[in-house]
């Protein structure tokens, strides 16, 4: 009966604690809003936008490809990025309706799950006391909450890590095989959320040598744990290379049309898969090192979190489990250097690491209320308020830096579907105005395919024309129909 107790206090607090969480959330995602769907968010969604509405069309071969005939910006999120967050949407859609609340909900489920993830790592490393003060820290945690509003990609891949490292410590202490399959079937799903994912599984091989030496590697368990990494990694790539498959041998394409997409692709993938830009400090440059450090603060949710995320380091350290310390610190230690020595920069690229430093605040905090030698409740739950405070007082500002305005996107969509069937194509493109974005709000409210949209070498050939200014759209015949912040709607009348 004590140990029924016990354990009915445990998922009373982790129940709370996932409560709390989810309020944090719902005020801010509610209260100060993120509106228009950004470039990636539609890039995410648009592939299960069109897997949706092809569903509600009975399965029919002829309205996919019409679908992506019209908005084929879609086909590269279904056959060549990851398409995890494809299929997530793709039921989101069907249960939630089509809009860009339901392209978000994926994105906000893992928001929530990823602090159940966390206890569970931190119980099998530490057990139940940290494992809860850790489910606390993820649960108020800023960019588990600003990136969880979002349909990014970033979160979820993160959270999919962190079961696979968990499963994975449950496979060495147990020696069950079940227990290395899952670990390698959620690195392969981590992976088919974002291409970085699959880098969870060299940090897997690494425990797994450090725990049973290198010879282990080579052995059953974890050759069954990298033949499931595989399957999902060559699934990422096996969808596209079928698909051209058979669209070469309906004679949609040529064959040589087809080898030419793929081989372009690879190049995308070899050459380009970054986009960094002009403005991204290099590995090579002391600001390239720098750059993650100096945001860790801010996303942490302030220097009090990162404090106590020291002390848990030297609570670490001062224990001597260094199996434990090599596992966290080698993990953070790994994420940062592998998107450090990207040339591409993203305040996102830090949130595979957040989970562990979330571990480490907790043991942190534990430490420093140990250093009273009382009842370490009368000062964890004090600390606890404060630390809830600080880091909602970090969110509401870190929330008005990021885009969250409405510029009209989706009320200018409205208004061309209201009128004649044709092609849309944006000026010049925008985090908010892009063919990705300006495809999605349009495919939701055309149900039957009647309009197309393109990128902008095809503005000469529009039957609407939209831009973040009006003296972007100088075309023949060009009407203003709609304006508002940032957005002008043109219709080309032509001769």
């Not at 945001?295 to 302030?302: D, E, F, M, N, V």
């Amino acid at each position: 009966m004590k140990i029924i107790s016990k354990l009915n206090k445990e998922i009373v607090a982790l129940g709370f604690l996932i409560f709390l969480g989810l309020v944090f959330r719902l005020y801010l995602w509610s209260h100060l809003g993120l509106n228009t769907l950004s470039w990636d968010e539609s890039a995410h969604s648009l592939a299960g936008l069109a897997l949706a509405k092809t569903a509600l069309h009975g399965f029919a071969p002829a309205y996919l490809i019409k679908f992506f005939n019209n908005y084929w910006a879609a086909t590269g999120s279904l056959f060549f990025y990851p398409y995890g967050y494809t299929a997530l949407s793709a039921l989101s859609f069907l249960f939630f309706g089509f809009n860009q609340l339901a392209a978000r909900i994926p994105g906000m489920g893992f928001s929530i799950l990823i602090i159940f993830a966390v206890y569970l790592l931190a119980k099998k490393m530490f057990g139940k006391n940290a494992a809860l003060l850790a489910a606390f820290f993820a649960a108020i945690n800023s960019a588990f909450i600003i990136w969880g509003g979002q349909a990014m990609v970033d979160l979820p891949m993160a959270c999919l890590m962190i079961f696979s490292i968990y499963f994975c410590l449950q496979a060495l202490s147990t020696g069950k095989m079940p227990y290395w399959l899952l670990a390698g079937v959620f690195a392969g799903l981590a992976g088919l959320m974002k291409p970085p994912g699959f880098i969870v599984y060299p940090f897997l091989a690494f425990l797994v040598a450090s725990f049973q030496g290198l010879k282990s590697l080579f052995k059953k368990p974890f050759v069954g744990l990298t033949a499931v990494v595989f399957l999902f990694f060559f699934s990422y790539f096996g969808l596209g290379l079928l698909a051209f498959f058979v669209l070469s041998k309906l004679g949609i394409i040529s064959e040589a049309t087809g080898l030419h997409i793929f081989k372009a692709i690879f190049h995308w993938f070899s050459n380009s898969l970054t986009y960094a830009e002009a403005i991204d400090p290099s590995y090579k440059t002391l600001a390239g090192w720098w750059f993650y450090l100096k945001i860790l603060p801010s996303q942490l949710g302030g220097w009090p979190v990162l404090i106590l995320g020291f002390l848990g380091v030297l609570k670490l350290w001062r224990d001597k489990n260094r199996n434990n310390f090599y596992l966290v610190a080698g993990y953070i230690i790994f994420i940062y250097l592998a998107f450090t020595f990207l040339n591409n920069k993203d305040t996102r690229y830090t949130i595979p690491y957040l989970p562990f430093f979330c571990l480490l605040a907790a043991l942190g905090l534990d430490f420093f209320t140990s250093l009273f030698k009382k009842n370490q409740v009368i000062y964890i739950l004090p600390a606890m308020l404060f630390l809830t405070g600080a880091v909602a007082f970090n969110n509401l500002a870190a929330f008005g830096k990021i885009n969250a305005s409405d510029i009209g996107l989706e009320s200018a969509v409205k208004i061309i579907t209201q009128s004649k069937p044709g092609l849309v194509v944006a000026a010049k493109e925008s985090n908010g105005l892009n063919v990705q974005s300006l495809s999605f709000y349009l495919a939701i409210n055309d149900p039957e395919l009647q309009y197309s949209v393109y990128w902008p070498d095809k503005f000469n050939e529009a039957d609407y024309a939209i831009a973040s200014h009006a003296e972007d759209v100088n075309l023949p015949g060009a009407k203003l129909i709609f304006s508002s912040k940032n957005i002008y709607l043109f219709e080309v009348t032509k001769k």
